[in-house]
C-alpha cells in the first residue's frame, strides 16, 4: 500500500495520497477545499510540485543536472545546442539522419518576417534589447495564427521549429538597433550558433568567422542554458499556456520573466557588482555589506541548488578557453576572490550559497565584447527550446487545468460607499 498523509482540521480531516517520483509529494488536489477552509499556502511555490515532467532533472542538494537522463558535463562536452533542442522536445537523442534533417529544418526557417524587422527599428535607441525581444516573439503569433491550434500535433511541432529557428535572429536584430548597425540576415552555410555571431558581430566589409574555440564555449554556454525544468521563466510559459496559449505568447511571457535580476537578469547584474567593487582589496568590505544586509552577492545563491551549480563548474573551465582568444578580462580577479572567500564565509556556508549559472557567464560574454543588456537576451536564446519542450509537455498533459492559485484575502469586508464630498 503506498504512503498517505492525514490532515485533520476540526471536524474535517482528509487522506492524502503521497505520490513518488523525483521528490515526494502530497497531492494536495485531495483536501476537501469545499467541506471546510482548508488549503495550502505557500508563497513563491517554495514547496509545491505543479506537474509531472520527464524532461529535466535537478538534484540541489548533490549538485546534478540532467536532460532526459543525460548529465549536462557530458551534454556540454559532446553535443550541440541544436541536438540538446532535439532531444529535450522528443526525448531522446537523435541519430546522425534525424539530426541532419532536424538542423536542415530549424535551419531553412531561420527567416523573420520583414515587418519585424520594421518594428524593431521603430523603438527607441536606447531600448532594452531584452525588452525588444519579448515583443517580438510574442509578435509571432499574428504572423503564425496556426499556432493557437493546440490540438494539431503538426501546428504545435511547426510553431516551435520557427521559434527555435527564429529566435536568434530576433535577438541579433534587437541588438543591433541599439548600437545603429544594419541588420544582418540569416547565412545558410552556419550552424546555429556561428549564424547567431554573425547576425550579431558581421560588418559591412568583412564576413564575419567566429574562433572555433569562442563558437564552441558560445555552443557549450547555449547547451547549459537550454532547460531548468520549473524555473520562474518556465513557470511563467507553463501557466499561460495554461489558459490555451500558444508558444509564442507563453515564450513572451517567459521573456519577461526571465528579464528580472533576481533570474535571468542576475548576469548582467553581476557584472555591474564586479565594476561597483572595483579591485581585489576591496572585496572583504563587500562582503560584509552583503552580510549586513545592505547588498545581495549577485550571482550567488539558488532555489534549488545548495550545492554548486553544476552549470557553473562548466562554465568557470569555460572562461579559460575563451580567454586564451579575447586576453583575461580583468574583473575575474575580483570574481575569484568573492567566489573564495564566500566558499569559506559563515554566512554563505550556513545558508548554503554557492556560485549560480551566471556568476562566470557575464565575465565570458564580456570578454567577447557583448554590453551587459545582451547577456539576458544570450539566456533567452537557448533557454527557448527549454520552453517549448515545457509547454508541449504542459499543453499536451491530460492532468493540467488552467493554473490559478487561492489568496488568503487580508483587506476589508462589506463597506458602504462613501460619496465623495464625505471622504
Ligand atoms: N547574497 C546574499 N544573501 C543571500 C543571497 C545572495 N545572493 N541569496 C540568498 N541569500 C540569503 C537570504 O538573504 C536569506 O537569508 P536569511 O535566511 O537570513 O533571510 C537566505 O539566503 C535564503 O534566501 P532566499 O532569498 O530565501 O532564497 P530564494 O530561494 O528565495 O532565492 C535567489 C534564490 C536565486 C533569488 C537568491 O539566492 C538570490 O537573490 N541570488 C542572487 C541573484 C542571482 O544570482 N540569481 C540567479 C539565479 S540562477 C539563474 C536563474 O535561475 O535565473
Not at 103 to 118: G, I, M
Not at 182 to 208: I, K, T, W
Not at 235 to 260: E, K, M, P
Not at 355 to 366: A, M, Q, R, T
Amino acid at each position: 500500500m503506498s504512503d498517505s498523509l492525514t490532515i485533520t482540521a476540526g471536524s474535517n480531516s482528509a487522506e492524502l495520497p503521497i505520490t513518488e517520483g523525483s521528490i515526494r509529494a502530497t497531492d494536495l488536489r485531495a483536501i476537501p477545499t469545499h467541506d471546510g477552509p482548508l488549503t495550502s499556502f505557500d508563497p513563491g511555490f517554495v514547496n509545491t510540485a505543479a506537474c509531472h515532467s520527464s524532461i529535466t532533472y535537478i538534484d540541489g542538494d548533490a549538485g546534478i543536472l540532467e536532460y532526459r537522463g543525460y548529465p549536462i558535463e557530458q551534454l556540454a562536452q559532446h553535443s550541440t545546442h541544436l541536438e540538446v533542442a532535439y532531444l529535450l522536445l522528443k526525448g531522446e537523442l537523435p541519430t546522425a539522419d534525424q539530426l541532419a534533417e532536424w538542423d536542415k529544418l530549424v535551419n531553412t526557417h531561420r527567416f523573420v518576417h520583414e515587418n519585424v524587422a520594421s518594428f524593431i527599428r521603430a523603438y527607441r535607441h536606447d531600448a532594452h534589447p531584452m525588452a525588444k525581444l519579448m515583443a517580438a516573439v510574442a509578435s509571432m503569433q499574428t504572423f503564425y495564427p496556426s499556432s493557437r491550434r493546440l490540438d494539431d500535433p503538426g501546428a504545435r511541432d511547426m510553431n516551435i521549429v520557427r521559434l527555435i529557428a527564429k529566435i536568434p535572429t530576433m535577438a541579433a536584430w534587437s541588438y543591433r538597433h541599439s548600437i545603429g548597425r544594419h541588420f544582418v540576415y540569416p547565412n545558410d552555410e552556419l550552424g546555429y550558433v556561428d549564424n547567431f555571431l554573425a547576425m550579431l558581430f558581421q560588418s559591412q566589409q568583412r564576413v564575419y568567422r567566429p574562433d572555433p574555440r569562442v563558437s564552441r564555449a558560445m555552443e557549450t554556454l547555449f547547451i547549459l542554458h537550454a532547460d531548468h525544468e520549473q524555473n520562474c521563466s518556465t513557470n511563467a510559459v507553463r501557466s499561460v499556456a495554461s489558459a490555451g496559449n500558444d508558444v509564442y505568447t507563453s515564450s513572451g511571457a517567459g521573456i519577461g520573466a526571465l528579464f528580472g535580476p533576481l533570474h535571468g537578469g542576475a548576469n548582467e547584474a553581476v557584472l555591474k557588482m564586479l565594476r561597483e567593487i572595483g579591485s581585489k582589496d576591496k572585496v572583504g568590505d563587500f562582503i560584509d555589506g552583503v552580510k549586513n544586509g545592505r547588498t545581495r552577492l549577485m550571482g550567488f545563491g539558488h532555489r534549488v541548488y545548495k550545492n554548486y551549480d553544476p552549470r557553473a563548474k562548466v562554465i568557470k573551465k569555460s572562461t579559460e578557453e575563451v580567454f586564451e582568444v579575447t586576453g583575461v578580462n580583468p574583473l575575474l580577479e575580483i570574481a575569484l576572490e568573492l567566489e573564495k572567500i564566500a566558499l569559506e564565509d559563515e554566512y554563505f556556508v550556513k545558508r548554503r550559497l554557492y556560485p549560480n549559472v551566471d556568476f562566470y557567464s557575464g565575465l565570458i560574454y564580456e570578454a567577447l565584447r557583448f554590453p551587459p543588456e545582451m547577456f539576458t537576451v544570450l539566456f533567452a536564446v537557448p533557454r527557448t527550446a527549454g520552453w517549448c519542450a515545457q509547454w508541449l509537455e504542459g499543453v499536451t498533459d491530460p492532468e493540467q487545468k488552467i493554473m490559478r492559485p487561492k489568496q488568503i484575502y487580508t483587506g476589508h469586508r462589506e463597506r458602504s460607499f462613501v460619496p465623495m464630498d464625505e471622504r
